[in-house]
């Protein structure tokens, strides 16, 4: 098995505290160090899995035994030009550069693109740079995993948090939960 490494956010932790500690210990957590920054409980992981999926199924299973939320996972998704060239290990010229061969059909920003600091989504970063021969596909292939485990974490809290505000409220609701939108975003999806 490989040793993969990632971190995981905890979306309803404050503080570190014993009691923490003591609760993902117990869960089996110990290739994990538990850490916080700017007010963000974190556990970054060496975890041992068949692939990286694999390893963080069994990390958010772990985290799940101890009562406490996982809201994302990092490496994070979303890249600036800086965060592009720390990655592959190149200057920031050379993303530039990439960026700017609009031939080479480099991805378009998701956001930012009227500012000095546009941001990519490094899914589609990685698939590009793997198929430019830059970085390994299994880069490009654990970008898109991470992606993908982080929409669905962010479905279920959307989905958690309209459920939470229609026990609360006897008001016409006004959120919709991940099932009706794509129910109403049906006909223009397909």
Not at 69 to 86: C, K
Not at 154 to 180: D, F, L, N
């Amino acid at each position: 098995m490989k040793t993969h490494r990632f971190t995981l956010i905890l979306g309803d932790v404050a503080e570190l505290s014993d009691q923490l500690a003591n609760a993902v210990f117990e869960a089996g957590c110990d290739d994990a160090v538990l850490g916080s920054r700017k007010g963000v409980v974190f556990l970054s992981f060496d975890r041992e899995g068949r692939n990286l999926l694999d390893a963080i199924r069994s990390a958010l299973h772990d985290i799940k035994k101890t009562g406490f939320e996982v809201s994302r996972i990092e490496p994070d998704n979303f890249v600036t030009m800086a965060d592009i060239a720390r990655r592959i290990n190149q200057s920031r010229a050379s993303v530039t550069k990439y960026v700017k061969e609009r031939s080479r059909k480099f991805p378009s920003p998701v956001s930012g693109v009227t500012t000095n600091s546009p941001i990519w989504r490094w899914s589609d970063v990685a698939f590009w740079l793997a198929a430019e021969k830059k970085i390994e596909q299994n880069v490009a292939e654990e970008a898109a995993i991470v992606s993908q485990v982080n929409s669905l974490l962010e479905a279920k809290a959307a989905q958690r948090g309209v459920i939470a505000s229609r026990g609360k409220t006897k008001q016409k609701q006004t959120a919709y939960g991940p099932s009706e939108i794509l129910s109403e975003l049906k006909g223009v999806l397909n």
